[in-house]
C-alpha cells in the first residue's frame, strides 16, 4: 500500500527561525510532491510542488526531492506566526490520479 | 487554477438522517474527488467522482453509504446516509486537470452528526 509519512510534531520554532518538515514516501513511481497549508478549521491550499531531484525556491520556501532516499521536506525561512498551521505532504501516485497525503505537521512559530 | 465551490459549509445532523454536499467548480476538470479528514486526521479519498458513470470507491467505503453524482465536468455531489456520530467530520471536494498534478480544495463541509 502506497503510503506518505511525516511526523505530526507540534513543531516548534521561535520566529525568524528556519523550520524544517519533512516527509518519506513508500512509492518509488512518485514523479511529483505537493507541500499544502492547512489552518485550523480551513481548507488545504497548495505552497509548493516539486518534480525533480534537487531544491526548488520560492521565497521563503525551499522544497528539496531526493528520490533515490524516497524524502521530501520543505523549509521555511524566516518563520513569521502567521506560518503556524498544519503542513501536509502529499504525492502522486493513487490509483485514481488523486494525491496521498501524509497525517501533516503542526508548526508553531512562537513570536 | 480552479475555484470551487461547496455547500453547505457546515451542518448538524440526527443519526440516521442523510446529508447531500454540493460541489461546484468554476472551470472544467479531468478529475473530481471527495475526501474525508477527521478531526486532527490527515485526508482520506473516499472515492472518485466519475462523470455520468458511477464513483470509484477506496477501500473501507461503499456506495450505499457514500452515494456520489457527477453529472457534468464541473459539478458533483456527495450523499452521507444514514449518518451516525462517527460520520463526524470535514468533507472535502477537490478537482485536478489529472495527469498528477496540483489538487483544488473546495472550502470543506463541516458535518456534525449527534
Known amino acids: 500500500q502506497k503510503e506518505v509519512e511525516q511526523n505530526s510534531g507540534p513543531l516548534s520554532v521561535p520566529e525568524g527561525a528556519i523550520a524544517s518538515l519533512n516527509c518519506t514516501y513508500s512509492?518509488?513511481?512518485?514523479?511529483?510532491f505537493f507541500w499544502y497549508r492547512q489552518y485550523s478549521g480551513k481548507s488545504p491550499e497548495l505552497i509548493m510542488f516539486?518534480?525533480?531531484?534537487g531544491d526548488k525556491e520560492d521565497g521563503r520556501f525551499t522544497a528539496q526531492l531526493n528520490k533515490a532516499s524516497q524524502y521530501v521536506s520543505l523549509l521555511i525561512r524566516d518563520s513569521q506566526p502567521s506560518d503556524s498551521a498544519t503542513y501536509l505532504c502529499?504525492?502522486?501516485?493513487?490509483?485514481?490520479?488523486?494525491?496521498?497525503f501524509g497525517k501533516g505537521t503542526k508548526l508553531s512559530v512562537k513570536p | 487554477s480552479a475555484v470551487i465551490s461547496q455547500k453547505p459549509s457546515r451542518d448538524i445532523c440526527q443519526r440516521g438522517t442523510s446529508l447531500t454536499i454540493q460541489c461546484q467548480v468554476d472551470?472544467?476538470?479531468?478529475?473530481m474527488f471527495w475526501y474525508r479528514q477527521q478531526p486532527g486526521q490527515s485526508l482520506t479519498l473516499i472515492a472518485t467522482?466519475?462523470?455520468?458513470?458511477?464513483?470509484?470507491?477506496e477501500s473501507g467505503f461503499v456506495i450505499d453509504k457514500f452515494p456520489i453524482s457527477r453529472p457534468n465536468l464541473t459539478f458533483s455531489t456527495l450523499t452521507v446516509s444514514n449518518m451516525s456520530p462517527e460520520d463526524s467530520s470535514i468533507y472535502l471536494c477537490?478537482?485536478?486537470?489529472?495527469?498528477?498534478?496540483?489538487?483544488?480544495f473546495g472550502e470543506g463541509s463541516r458535518l456534525t452528526v449527534l
Open positions: 477537490s478537482a485536478s486537470t489529472g495527469g498528477g498534478g496540483e489538487l483544488f
Open positions: 512509492d518509488r513511481g512518485s514523479q511529483s
Open positions: 516539486i518534480y525533480s531531484n
Open positions: 502529499g504525492g502522486a501516485g493513487g490509483s485514481q490520479g488523486n494525491l496521498i
Open positions: 472551470s472544467q476538470v479531468t478529475m
Open positions: 467522482a466519475n462523470q455520468g458513470s458511477e464513483a470509484t470507491y
